[in-house]
């Protein structure tokens, strides 16, 4: 079947406008994450979704960003009022039940003029 | 908190050369530990895993051991190809409360001459 996607593959946007970042998790899959892959700061865990519990939010640099899952599959990363330090390749992964493998998308690299 | 530590690169090497990418890590408990591979252009894959002491994990010729006296979880080839190149990860599983949140390393370069 069909891996993780994202879209859109790359954005580019204004410092100060708001973006959403899509990702489409392998079905069935009922855990979601999301990274971030920045230069300054490696790879770094943003959220985690299982299932319908409340998300594991920790890794939110800033109140700026926020994330959904609705149903349980499609998940929305949205950051408001973008800040140049925003720019990265944002990265999610899905995972099955159990202590399964990441799987990882290609990833959406967003640049902030 | 969690942290993994892995060799800075770029490293290069010659085909058929033996490649080391070293690796450790700093966690609570018993964490299960991975090595991810991104090919240029690609996205990040699942190398190998191992998810307890002694363990090795080992896939495309690549291997490392799961060593919990040193903390280590170091990456090895005994010949390398070119297809080899790409950055290669470290990270290690926070399995808190399930969450499985992974910590990686900062990513080590690899470039394998013909």
Known sequence: GAGVSQSPSNK??????????????????????????????????????????????????????????????????????????????????????GAGEQFFGPGTRLTVL | GDSVTQMEGPVTLSEEAFLTINCTYTATGYPSLFWYVQYPGEGLQLLLKATKADDKGSNKGFEATYRKETTSFHLEKGSVQVSDSAVYFCALSDRVQGAQKLVFGQGTRLTINP
Not at chain 1, 54 to 74: H, I, M, Q, Y
Not at chain 1, 80 to 92: G, I, K, M, P
């Open chain 1, 12 to 97: 580019v946007t204004e410092k100060g406008k708001d973006v959403e970042l899509r990702c489409d998790p392998i079905s069935g899959h009922t855990a979601l994450y999301w990274y971030r892959q920045s230069l300054g700061q490696g790879l770094e865990f943003l959220i985690y979704f299982q299932g319908n519990s409340a998300p594991d939010k920790s890794g939110l640099p800033s109140d700026r960003f926020s994330a959904e899952r609705t149903g349980g599959s499609v998940s929305t990363l949205t950051i408001q009022r973008t800040q140049q330090e925003d720019s990265a390749v944002y990265l999610c992964a899905s995972r099955s039940t």
